[in-house]
């Protein structure tokens, strides 16, 4: 307390406790004074007008300044002149009001430094009940505030953490209500923290998951243990997409939950990676099984093959029996032999990888086309060895051969076809000019017979005559074709099949000439009365000149999608590519006959398309699309014709 004192009078030079007044007089004063000025609290004494009328030698000693200083403590200076105007609002409520208060401010301590204080005043009032003085408490609480404002900035730090956190955050009162969602969560989500509270985040679930998920999380709740579940959660763009729910119980020093804590982290794509993976594996191991792969294994240095049960059957050899290259060679065809020497040749140079297509003879004289890829690997001992695999291609071989086949008599149905077409299309142009010539040669013959002859009459009636052989001859120069029906072979067939023999038929051709070919071939279509062989002619043209239409693109794939589909009473099929497109000058002229925009064409195919068409009593169109290329669809109704309409 002494170098409290000193210190105070090496400042003001007046600030003993000799200046201090204590309230009241006499003995019981003096020990009033003395007893408040020995405790470490910092206290004072205020009159009715709010001026400074004691002060313990404590808060003299603290604050540094003498007593008459601090009388007019609002010009004193020791109170923060930005917390003042507080102090004074709070000073002048409780002149108003005659009641206690507390505020916190700042004040100015003997070292020029300002300090958080805590003051607390109450009134003293005399027996009438007016207040005679203002008993004020002051407490330093710099160091509370300093810890307030470390926890504050913890807390911020930590809400910053959390919603930066690249998870979804958030928290749970010990009866599952949710009380804290952080900014990924509400953003993920597009709800707020309002419609989120509670069970509301909820409202994102997907309906199928809601219940499961609700039904988990009471659950876990109830028995307090921590948990995780997945479910599909609505994100702000309107797409559910699988997410991974986790919570953990927070527990106080007894075991109770005071808190649930949780993430939730999306697996979306991970869930789709996996289930593409279960399917490649599916798919893997079932095309395994139907295309009768076989494995095996070959030690260049010690001449050891390993087969797999599917190549010992391949081969049709006793499984377990030990496989050399003399027991291999007895069962190829002797025209494939040399295959056996080259894979020798090609593992002594060491070449990674080996590929042969090769015949296999049975026991049966049954013939095998097989076909072997090998890579080659070298184990830690630097000893090389080939793993490879031997696959069954006889019905792809076979499949090929038919293929072919069936290409070369459609394509010897289209020259047909397009012959009789032809032929039609000549004989109906030029009979009418021929039937003009021979009706203008017998009037040319009666004017001339005439008593006397009507030589003006036949001179005009000769030029008839000429006109309409010029007429035929230009009929059969340009050959435009009118084509007539013809009795067609029909019977029940389903549109979406007889397309997809003829993509099987075309699919060499447009994977050779580099050609992607996407279908769309509706697999309920009902049947439809019609001519197997003329429908594949029809779409086969329809293929080809969509190939030939995207020959030159080399900006933007070349592609051609085929779609079948049912439209009411009708069914069609339409084949669309990203071409050259349709010349809007031509109209429906591209239907008619030797009408042709490409170099080398004819002119016959869509007008050979129409013709069979129109005989199934359907309809054929094309049209631009709306992006680059063209679009050429034909339609046929699905109540079967009768037999006049058939032979109409």
Request: hydrophobic letters at 40%; aromatic letters at 8%; one cysteine or more.
């Amino acid at each position: 307390m002494a170098e409290s004192t000193d210190r105070t009078s090496n400042r003001s030079g007046s600030a003993q406790s000799d200046n201090v007044l204590a309230p009241g007089s006499g003995a019981d004063s003096e020990y009033l004074r003395k007893l408040l000025d020995s405790i470490p609290a910092l206290v004072a004494s205020l009159n009715p007008n709010w001026e400074v009328e004691f002060v313990n030698q404590s808060l003299l000693s603290y604050l540094g300044k003498p007593l008459e200083e601090l009388k007019d403590w609002k010009n004193s200076g020791v109170v923060h002149p930005h917390d003042l105007e507080t102090a004074i609002a709070s000073v002048a409520k409780a002149d108003r009001t005659g009641e206690a208060f507390n505020m916190e401010v700042r004040c100015r301590r003997h070292d020029d430094s300002f300090h958080w204080f805590q003051i607390h005043a109450v009134p003293f009032r005399s027996s009438d009940g007016l207040i005679e003085r203002w008993n004020v408490q002051m407490v330093d609480i710099e160091d509370r505030k300093h810890t307030e404002h470390a926890l504050e900035s913890r807390e911020r730090d930590l809400r910053i953490a959390i919603d930066t956190m690249p998870v979804l955050a958030w928290s749970a009162n010990p009866d599952g209500t949710a009380d804290f969602f952080n900014e990924h969560f509400l953003t993920y989500t597009g709800l707020s923290s309002e419609l989120a509270a509670g069970w509301g985040w909820t409202s994102a679930l997907h309906p199928d998951d809601r219940a499961p998920l609700a039904a988990y999380w009471q659950t876990l709740v109830a028995e307090g243990h921590e948990g995780e579940f997945e479910a599909r959660m609505r994100r702000f763009d309107g797409a559910y997409r699988y997410l991974l729910f986790r919570a953990n119980p927070l527990r106080d020093d007894d075991g109770r939950i005071v808190k649930w804590f949780g993430t939730n982290t999306d697996i979306n794509d991970r869930k789709e990676a996996e289930e593409q993976l279960r399917r490649s594996e599916a798919f893997l191991a079932e095309a395994q099984h139907l295309t009768r792969i076989g494995r095996f294994s070959w030690c260049v240095a010690t001449g050891e093959i390993r087969w797999s049960e599917e190549l010992y059957s391949m081969f049709d050899f006793e499984p377990g029996a030990t496989i050399t290259f003399d027991l291999i060679a007895s069962r190829c065809h002797p025209d494939d032999l040399s295959y056996l020497s080259d894979m020798h040749y090609r593992a002594s140079q060491a070449m990674r990888d080996l590929e042969y297509e090769h015949r296999v003879i049975m026991s049966d004289g049954r013939v095998k086309y097989l076909h072997l890829i090998a890579h080659a690997r070298e184990d830690a001992g630097e000893t090389l060895e080939y793993i490879g695999a031997a696959q069954d291609v006889t019905q792809r071989r076979l499949g090929e051969e038919a293929l072919a086949k069936a290409r070369q008599e459609l394509a010897n149905v289209t020259r047909a076809t397009s012959l009789g077409v032809l032929t039609a299309s000549i004989a109906h142009e030029v009979n009418q000019p021929l039937a003009g010539i021979i009706t203008n040669a017998s009037t040319c013959l009666r004017m001339l017979d005439g008593t006397p002859p009507n030589v003006d009459g036949a001179r005009e009636t000769a030029r008839r005559t000429i006109r309409d052989g010029n007429r035929a001859a230009a009929v059969i120069a340009r050959l435009r074709s009118l084509f007539g029906q013809k009795k067609i072979v029909a019977g029940p067939i389903n549109l979406s099949e007889v397309a997809q023999e003829v993509i099987s038929m075309s699919a060499s051709e447009l994977h050779g000439r580099r050609v992607s070919l996407q279908q769309e071939l509706a697999d309920d279509l009902p049947l439809i009365q019609a001519d197997r062989i003329q429908l594949q002619q029809v779409i086969l043209n329809l293929l080809r000149n969509a190939a030939d239409a995207i020959e030159g693109v080399t900006d933007r794939p070349r592609a051609i999608r085929i779609t079948t589909a049912r439209d009411g009473a009708h069914v069609y099929l339409a084949v669309r590519d990203a071409g050259i497109g349709l010349d809007p000058l031509l109209g429906e002229t591209i239907f008619e006959a030797f009408n042709t925009t490409k170099p080398n064409g004819m002119g016959i195919g869509l007008s050979v398309s129409r013709s069979i068409i129109t005989a199934h009593h359907g309809l054929i169109w094309g049209e631009q699309n709306d992006g680059p290329g063209a679009t050429f669809t034909f339609s046929l109704p699905i109540q079967p014709p009768t037999e006049d309409t058939m032979n109409a």
